[in-house]
């Protein structure tokens, strides 16, 4: 009878150390994964957008509609800040017919998206006098401004 209760005894002890294994195991999996979620640029930017609009990268200088050209010219100043990555821009305007939205990016030859410290003039071509502009990066509003007509 007494053989017989130290073989439960050891059963209960390897079932006990092989459940804290699987439990602590377990646990590093999930830690582990968790980690690279919040880790991951697609899932957790570094800079939220109300963190980037406090920061203002990029500020809207002048917004003009010049009539005998049929276009609206934007300048754009961005700032020394150098830790917010801009790859593309979006200008999106509110024309009286419809909104308008044109994107800027590295990758189209025709727009380059100015450099920290610098500022540059966007045109873009249209019939209508648009109410306003905005700038957008990532979705993002960074700037809005009321659209005059150009002196």
């Not at 699987?22 to 880790?39: E, P, Q, R, W």
């Not at 002048?62 to 609206?72: L, Q, R």
């Not at 994107?103 to 500022?119: L, R």
Request: with cysteine.
């Amino acid at each position: 009878m007494r053989k017989l209760n130290n073989k439960k005894s050891a059963s209960q002890i390897i079932t006990s150390v092989f459940l804290i294994m699987i439990s602590i195991l377990s646990i590093t999996v999930i830690y582990f994964s968790i980690k690279n979620m919040i880790a991951s640029p697609n899932l957790s930017p570094k800079d939220s957008c109300l963190l980037m609009q406090l920061k203002t990268p990029l500020k809207i200088d002048s917004a003009c509609y010049n009539i005998s050209t049929e276009e609206i010219e934007v300048t754009l100043k961005r700032s020394l800040d150098n830790n917010i990555p801009i790859n593309s821009l979006d200008f999106a305007f509110n024309l009286p017919s419809s909104d308008k939205k044109f994107s800027c990016s590295d990758k189209c030859s025709n727009c380059k998206i100015i450099a920290s410290g610098e500022s540059k003039t966007y045109f873009f071509t249209s019939s209508e006098k648009p109410s306003n502009v905005k700038i957008l990066v990532s979705n993002c509003l960074f700037a809005e401004k009321e659209v005059s007509e150009c002196q």
